[in-house]
């Protein structure tokens, strides 16, 4: 259950919620079992066949109404009989917790948290089950061919909420809408997204894999309960135990899971903002108990926004963090231009306050004229206690950048500490070997645990030569672990489609295929199978190598740059649903042309009206408008998509 933790601090871990669905379908005599998980649907179904009856069981969180799951159980009989047949259904599921003391209500069951809450004196969540009774058999009678029953669990915050849930639950079933219904809202969704490959089934079948997982942990786009948790590395099915991060959010959710939801879904993006906005009191504790100003977000998040890292060294230098939720929200900002999130919502308030936070972090050193940011730990956790890691320098200089940029839009006073410190932030830079050190005093060759110093050009997009990001990535590719975390490969594999070079591209991409395990896709966070399951980390890396390497997206101010290349087993690459100002786009990338089909408008996020779009060849210098429903074709080049009345600087293009 999102939002959900039991412990104080550093023992914080999502509570353990027993399910009464946990069910085991048996019988009297041998069958033969199939597994099948229907990602179009969002239904895992398990089935016995046996010589005289098919009993499947299927299992699904519905789509549309958050806080109800369902199990049905059909029966077939397969031979003409007089003889009852009988399934039994086997639970060892009792309403106990080592989290959770359950009380017994005398029409509902209902629980509450019995420990200490996430931070000292906070309130402790409850949680309310309600469920229908699960008989111990059930069985087809002698005159039916088949029958079919269903059953229902919600698990609510609130009674009220519970008993709502659950009596719109039996009403579905007494229409026979349950189902139906859930179909329904993922169809809807996924008519907003797809993302389809032609010549690679494996990739393809990873695709649709990373998509339905990562939207799996996301509310429903009709939610508007404002109840959303974050999303944690390893989903919500995961979090008890360390090996799962204890279901805590990190930068995970805001740097690598985030970036391939957005492009498709506004309301699904502005969730994980709102998010970050209801921890804004807690990050500003975290800040105060560092010793500075404004706003530091936890490396280790639940609900309030505190601290819940159990290792404090983590929370104290991995700073980077803060960087990485304003860059969540600049990225929200470019591809919605919702000012009401940042007006009304208080994303201003997140902004702000993590300039303010760099700005009482840095340390001005006269010998250079630079600020440095010392004592931190880059995303390369092999090492601790650095001076000027170049990725957390990088992106608090482009943090401080765009809250100067907010603040003009919302005629907000600039501090002109904010401009002074992204002006004069050092980025190393080694000038002999042309290539960004990881930090002051790396020794270029020594092993780097994952993604780091690479993601300046993707997705930080600091501005270099090519010769630069080419050594870069050449520096640090040999160095890095290959038993590292999957999302890794994702970011040097972008790097080199920025290059041109897609073949070696594609060799980098195909490593995380070692992470993934049949046959449902499931991804572990090491190669080796170990570490988080199911690492939607490594899902969001590499869909968006996919998304933003194959297609060279780019979300800028004031237009969407592409620059297509595949590698030669990929023949096409059909993108559906690119949300761009209030306007879907379905975009078809074949080896030598580029087609876009503008969708006739519908709904937009925020306060966002859709503008009139145009597309913008940079070789050529051509503007083809886009007209909704009619379809534009072009020879294959780089360009970007902007306002039809605008008019850019077509110098302001990566390298």
Known sequence: MGGVYNGEGGRCHRADVPCPLDVKLET????????????????FTHTLSSASVTASQSLYSHRYYSNLMVMEVLLVRQV?????ITVNLVTSF?????????????EYKGGRTDETAEFQGGSCPTVHLIWSPIPPSLTLLPEQSQARWGFILVVANSLESAKASFDEGLSLMATGNLRPSHEKAWKELWLQSKVEVTGSESLCKALIGCMFYLLSAFPSIHDTSSSFGGVSPGGLSNGGDGQDYWGHVFWDQDIWMYPGIALFYPKLARAVLEYRVGTIDGAKDNAEKQGYKGLKFPWESAVSGREVCPEDIYGQQEIHINGDVTLAFQHYFYLTEDLSMFKERRGSDVIYGVADYWVSRVTWHPEDQKYHLLGVMPPDEYYHNVSNSVYTNTVAKFSLQFAVEVANLLQHPVPKEWKEVAEHIKIPFDEESQYHPEYDDYVKGHPVKQADTVMLGYPLGLEMSPEVRRNDLEAYEPVTDPHGPAMTWG???????ELGEAEKAQRLLEKCFNNIQGPFQV??????GSGAVNFLTGMGGFLQAVLFGYTGFRVQKDFLAFSPLLPNDISELCIRGVNYLGSQMDWLLRKDEVCIILREQSGTAGNTKPHNLQVVLKASGTKIPLTPGQPVTFPRESGYVCKLDSTLDSSCWPF
């Open 28 to 43: 009297e005599e041998p069958v033969q079992h199939t597994y099948s998980l229907n990602t179009h649907t969002g239904i």
């Open 80 to 84: 003409t009989s007089e003889q009852p």
């Open 94 to 106: 009792t309403p106990q917790s080592k989290d959770i003391v359950f009380q017994s209500g005398p």
């Open 491 to 497: 970011m040097f594999a972008i790097g080199w489609l």
């Open 523 to 528: 991804w572990s966070e090491s190669s080796d």
